[in-house]
């Protein structure tokens, strides 16, 4: 009987282990070297308009590099380029890719390094009075919606970067000439990482060096409506010959952003094949407060993917892809069906998105986590295999020794 | 509203009452001779409890609604439950005393059903006024009343059934209890949304009168005290007997002689108690954000704990009084719920499975563990063991509640449920260790029914 427990207790413990170190799995260490220059080789009379920049972020690695450049000369737009080579550089025409930005005045040299490229422009913030407070665009009618905020037109200010040890950090900031924005502003933070690692702040998208991170918050806006809800508007551009589908995946593991046990996946591949090439990734959560706490949390949801037929007004975009590129688009709107807390309410919305190349990162156990579980369940089984020979050992003899009298 | 029921099911039907053949003529539901009369007590006796039951659990059941409400955060709302075991870490060595010794029976009753009420009324204006320590003060109330209530009720149970139907009697109570939680659990949160659809907006002021009419409850159930203290008065005249009592004796200087054995009961009720209880105040939100259920099927899966524990626990009861070997069931019932809680944090199973499991083992430990301690501590010092059981799983759930309540916010489920299963290996490695202890000193804990039967035959 004890020993059956024994084995049972045993064998449960050895298959919760075999799972559990099974998500343990991979530690990434690959590392990058990671520079940031401003606006490459951009030389006087040429000059941009106040506020816009265009950023690069060259991440070297063992036998190849991977550029990343955020650029906000139109709609704000983070292009990813793959290489090969570790020789590969950005260059700019400025002239030309300042006044028209034509195809070509951006590009990455030598071209035939060049393995994928991808990007991700955030072209318009849509406001919409959530009469039925469902929160969701799609069931909105189409009068409810207030004229969008075209990203394109925006003016820029306080670009300005920091770097850490690991991370380099750029911020811009930009609003419209409207009196909406007198007090507000739309904010993106890009950080390109030398090696894996997360964010403290929620919601701590696990990231490693082959990705960038976009947190794009909106702050202080004055809304059209009192029940006014906000969404985002993102367009993926990328070479001919991929297709794009959003993946949900389910994950048990909510300890960097609690309560939130989705992951969605914007991923490209290539039509014929199987294999992520890159990808967008997000948790579908946003934060009303810029510095929140568990109740400032609110559900966001994406629309369904829909091919766009016009490049998006972005300059980095028009002057890189120079033959005819995917465009897809999608739009992400925060809040959750008979949400009561609108915009209006705390004035803050912020949302993060993990851009990158291969496959999205996945979310795996805490050592804490794994610590707790292996002394708690390991302390009881190491009793039971002590205890169990001691009872068995003792039984044993008093069944040798004693041969008692029956009374 | 923890357990604190459970153990008076294994107080002895020892004397028959020698029942006074007076003849007045009274019709057989008039007379407390009369089986009928007696079943009529029962109802009214089974209705004492169910306001409190109703109303503990209220929180759990308007979660979203009472955090959204009251702008709070998870370890503010977990007060709720935290202010509610406060009192009672006392009052479990004070109620029995009170009962006997200050007010009597029939007018302790009344009294502490009145601090039910009051103390629902107060939680309700607290809401209705938006200001949460108020709040707080009503559940503070409402734990003075609640628990020594139950007290009442078993001394009650004891009295008018004692050497008749009495097991029958304590089981038919602890089923009614677990239906006052479910009606809670699947009810009260309709009612706030017709209220919402009644005054047009959700806020503070509909859970004020959600609550308020939860109170409701509670008012029966002072009505059920009233009419009982009367029957009882009444009973009392008529058959010349004398008003019930505890019988519960507490010494604190006791302490110091409890066994080892008993502290590790004492280990397993507490580690094993705040896995259960606090996860349910908080399960609600779970398995909507997890399991993405809807508003109602949570409520239902938070319930079937409470519901599957209404048959379950005569059922086993039995069988454990039936088979002895305390300890393994014991055992068995840690390991199962352990298990229930890993399906829950580990895998996106059909979170059914799991809770109708931690029900039955929830059921099963109850069974199994409190009449243990009648095995290792002396009658006279039985009623400490309990109280002092009793106090410290209240300290335990008061404080784990909060815990649970900030692991939450900043940490979120995954790390809660490991924490959850933590505190169960801590329960599992006391039991393990009880069963040793045990067989080292050959107690009686783990023994079979017929052998312990055949023990005190030899005595």
């Given at each position: 009987m004890s020993r059956f427990k024994v084995n049972f207790i045993f064998s449960v413990l050895f298959v919760v282990f075999g799972v559990a170190l099974g998500f343990l799995g991979n530690g990434d260490k690959f590392r990058r070297k990671v520079t940031v220059e401003l606006n490459p080789g951009l030389k006087p009379p040429s000059s941009l308009p106040p506020g816009v920049a265009l950023v690069h972020a060259r991440g070297l690695g063992l036998n190849d590099t991977l550029h990343f450049v955020l650029c906000n000369l139109g709609a704000p737009a983070l292009l990813l380029v793959h290489t090969n080579s570790t020789e590969s550089a950005v260059q700019v025409t400025w002239p030309a890719f300042i006044n028209r930005?034509?195809?070509?005045?951006l590009r990455v040299a030598p071209e035939s390094s060049v393995t994928y490229s991808s990007a991700l422009v955030f072209t318009r913030i849509w406001e919409y009075d959530d009469v039925n407070n469902t929160a969701d665009p799609q069931e909105t009618a189409e009068s409810s919606f207030y004229s969008p905020y075209e990203l394109q037109n925006f003016i820029w200010s306080d670009l300005n970067t920091t770097a850490n040890q690991s991370d380099h950090v750029i911020t811009l900031c930009g609003r419209e000439n409207t009196e909406s924005f007198a007090n507000g502003s739309l904010c993106l933070r890009l950080s390109v990482f030398e090696s894996a690692g997360r964010d403290r702040a929620w919601p701590s998208l696990l990231h490693n060096s082959n990705s960038s991170q976009l947190h794009v918050w909106l702050d202080g806006l004055t809304p059209r409506g009192n029940l006014s809800r906000f969404a985002l508007e993102f367009q993926s551009v990328g070479d001919s010959g991929f297709q794009g589908r959003v993946d949900v995946r389910s994950s048990i593991d909510d300890e960097y952003t609690p309560s939130i046990f989705k992951v969605f996946d914007w991923v490209s591949l290539p039509l014929n094949s199987s294999s992520v090439w890159g990808f967008s990734q997000w948790k579908p959560v946003a934060y009303r407060k810029p510095e929140p706490v568990f109740e400032d949390a609110t559900p966001c949801r994406h629309s369904p993917l829909v091919p766009v037929s016009r490049i998006p007004q972005s300059a980095a975009v028009r002057a890189y892809f120079t033959h005819e590129p995917q465009v897809r688009g999608l739009n992400i709107s925060f809040g959750v069906d008979k949400d009561p807390v609108h915009y209006s309410d705390t004035r803050h919305i912020s949302w993060t998105v993990l851009m990158g190349m291969g496959d999205p990162p996945a979310d795996s156990f805490s050592t804490l986590i794994i610590i707790i579980m292996a002394v708690g369940l390991g302390t009881p089984l190491a009793i039971i295999i002590v205890g169990g020979v001691f009872v068995c050992v003792r039984k044993r003899m008093t069944r040798a020794s004693v041969y008692e009298p029956i009374n | 509203m923890a357990v604190r029921e459970e153990h008076r099911s294994i107080l002895d039907e020892d004397e028959e009452e020698d029942e006074d053949?007076?003849?007045?003529?009274?019709?057989p539901l008039c007379d407390p001779r009369h089986l009928l009369h007696r079943i009529l007590v029962l109802v009214f006796m089974c209705f004492l409890g169910f306001g409190s039951y109703f109303c503990y659990d209220n929180p759990a059941a308007l979660q979203t609604q009472v955090i959204q409400d009251m702008s709070l955060n998870t370890a503010s709302f977990m007060q709720l439950y935290a202010w509610y075991s406060w009192p009672n870490m006392f009052l479990c060595f004070l109620g029995g005393f009170l009962l006997d010794r200050v007010f009597g029976i029939r007018l302790g009753t009344v009294i502490f059903s009145l601090f039910v009420l009051i103390g629902q009324i107060i939680f309700a204006a607290g809401a209705l006024a938006n200001h949460f320590w108020l709040m707080n003060v009503g559940r503070f109330v409402f734990g003075i009343g609640g628990e020594s209530l139950a007290v009442a009720q078993n001394t009650y149970a004891v009295n008018w059934f004692k050497g008749k139907e009495l097991n029958l009697v304590f089981g038919l109570q602890l089923s009614m209890a677990r239906l006052g939680s479910t009606v809670n659990m699947n009810v009260i949160g309709w009612v706030y949304g017709r209220i919402q659809s009644l005054t047009g907006s959700a806020g503070h002021s509909t859970l004020g009168i959600t609550l308020m009419i939860a109170a409701s409850t509670c008012l029966f159930s002072l009505t059920c005290a009233l009419i009982l203290g009367f029957l009882d008065r009444r009973a009392e005249k008529i058959l010349k007997k004398e008003q019930g009592r505890t019988g519960e004796v507490i010494k604190l200087t006791d302490v110091k002689d409890f066994p080892f054995s008993l502290w590790l009961i004492f280990i397993i009720c507490v580690a094993y108690y705040v896995a259960i209880f606090p996860f349910i105040g908080l399960g609600q939100v779970f398995f909507i954000e997890k399991f993405s259920f809807t508003t109602v099927q949570a409520r239902a899966i938070n319930s079937i704990v409470y519901i599957i524990s209404a048959p379950a626990s005569p059922l086993l009861g039995f069988l454990v009084d039936r088979t002895g070997r305390n300890v393994l069931w014991v055992l068995l019932a840690v390991v199962t719920t352990l298990l229930s809680h890993m399906m829950l944090a580990f895998t996106f199973w059909n979170p059914w499975i799991a809770m109708c499991l931690l029900g039955l083992s929830y059921s099963l430990l109850a069974c199994a563990l409190w009449p243990m301690v009648a095995f290792v501590v002396p009658e006279h010092q039985l009623g400490t063991a309990y109280g002092f059981m009793q106090s410290i799983q209240n300290l335990g759930l008061a404080v784990m509640s909060m815990a649970a309540g900030s692991l939450l916010d900043n940490k979120g489920y995954l790390f809660l449920e490991v924490f959850f299963i933590a505190c169960l290996c801590m329960a599992l490695l006391a039991v393990v260790l009880l069963y040793l202890y045990d067989y080292h000193t050959e107690g009686e804990l783990n023994l079979s029914a017929s052998t312990r039967a055949e023990r005190l035959k030899a005595e």
């Open positions: 930005s034509s195809p070509g005045s | 053949e007076g003849s007045r003529h009274l019709s």
